[in-house]
């Protein structure tokens, strides 16, 4: 994940940062603390469904 969606992600799950207080921290515009953030979602969705079972996988 890059840098500055890391930072995003660690700031507003890590520390309950807001976007503007995240956005104030890291000296960016919120609207670019909400992309930082939504693109962050996205790289780990898709990480996740690299390595998660399917539901044919979990069946025993």
């Known amino acids: 994940m890059p840098t500055r969606q890391r930072e995003v992600i660690t700031l507003m799950y890590m520390h309950g940062l807001s976007y503007e207080a995240v956005a104030e921290t ?3 515009a ?3 603390v909400r992309r930082y953030h939504s693109r962050a979602l996205d790289t780990l969705r898709d990480l996740y ?4 079972p399917t539901p044919e996988e979990l069946e025993l």
């Open 26 to 28: 890291c000296g960016m």
């Open 49 to 52: 469904e690299a390595v998660a």
């Open 30 to 32: 919120a609207a670019t």
